[in-house]
Nanobody
């Protein structure tokens, strides 16, 4: 059974950092593309960034370039979203998602499996 479980969210002050984890079970995460999405209250879910099966990283939200990065640990079968210099506008529920397609996509409809989401709140 394919399953993704996110963790690492929480309350952080502006300028702080968080690392979100996306632990996979039932499949080998390295063989799948991994996308991180977020959904703020009252807004649609948006693609943040993605790492392809070949390791290429694509950013879909310009505001996170230079602050967020994605990685994966093959031994732990886990992907990570490192978020630095956090801003109040980054407040949202963050989701990881995956599918077997080689290239990346910013559209939620292109991902077959989703985690439950983890809340990130940036506030002083």
């Amino acid at each position: 059974q394919v399953q993704l479980v996110e963790s690492g969210g929480g309350l952080v002050q502006p300028g702080g950092s968080l690392r979100l984890s996306c632990a996979a079970s039932g499949f080998t995460l390295a063989n799948y593309r991994i996308g991180w999405f977020r959904q703020a209250p009252g807004k649609e879910r948006e693609g943040v960034l993605c790492i392809s099966i070949n390791g290429g990283i694509t950013y879909y939200t310009n505001s996170v370039k230079g602050r967020f990065t994605i990685s994966r640990d093959r031994a732990k079968n886990t992907a990570y979203l490192q978020m630095n210099s956090l801003k109040p506008d980054d407040t949202a529920v963050y989701y990881c998602a995956t599918s077997t397609s080689i290239g990346c996509s910013e559209y939620p409809r292109d991902y077959a499996y989703w985690g439950q989401g983890t809340q990130v709140t940036v506030s002083s």
